[in-house]
């Protein structure tokens, strides 16, 4: 019995682990617990696991590549219109408020006092930021189920 919940505490605080994301040379932590659903729609107006599905649709659009798909400078035409696809703005939003949650009950700057001390570093041809983000959303928020697609796997 003792066995099992530690177990169940060490598994617990794994779940809660902190992840870095990189801009640039700096880092932000992220947390993707409950807080940062409420910190994201005071913010935005807006639901973040339903930004979080609209960007992971964008993206898979990537991975639908047709035969004949021409490249151009080693990059498919699939691959910008997967770009074109994907709302970046919403991608740091996502990382604003699990950095947010993750600093709870101590001063964090508003969305663009943040944005403007990270943007120069902010680079969205490092695909590790956007993966990062939506990854650390899909695991935080939907535990139990593998990610998003868990979640809602089986649902017609």
């Given at each position: 019995m003792k066995t099992s919940m530690i177990f169940k505490t060490k598994l617990r605080l794994e779940t809660?682990?902190?992840r870095e994301i990189k801009f640039g040379e700096?880092?932000?932590?992220?947390?993707?617990?409950?807080?940062?659903?409420?910190?994201?729609?005071?913010?935005?107006?807006?639901d973040l696991v339903g930004d979080m599905t609209k960007?992971?649709?964008g993206y898979e659009a990537k991975e639908q590549k047709e035969e004949g798909d021409e490249e151009v400078q080693g990059v498919s035409q699939?691959?910008?219109?997967?770009?074109?696809?994907?709302n970046f703005l919403s991608i740091l939003q996502m990382?604003?408020?699990?950095?947010?949650a993750d600093k709870f009950g101590k001063p964090f700057p508003?969305?663009?006092?943040?944005l403007h001390e990270y943007g120069e570093d902010?680079?969205?041809s490092d695909e590790d930021l956007v993966?990062?983000?939506?990854?650390?959303a899909t695991k935080g928020f939907f535990r139990k189920s593998a990610g998003i697609r868990g979640a809602f796997a089986g649902r017609k």
């Open positions: 809660m682990k902190v700096k880092t932000v932590q992220i947390r993707a617990v409950a807080p940062a659903l409420l910190f994201y729609k005071q913010e935005f107006g807006s960007i992971i649709n699939a691959d910008f219109q997967a770009l074109g696809n994907i990382a604003w408020a699990m950095a947010k508003k969305f663009a006092s943040w902010i680079d969205f993966l990062d983000v939506v990854e650390e």
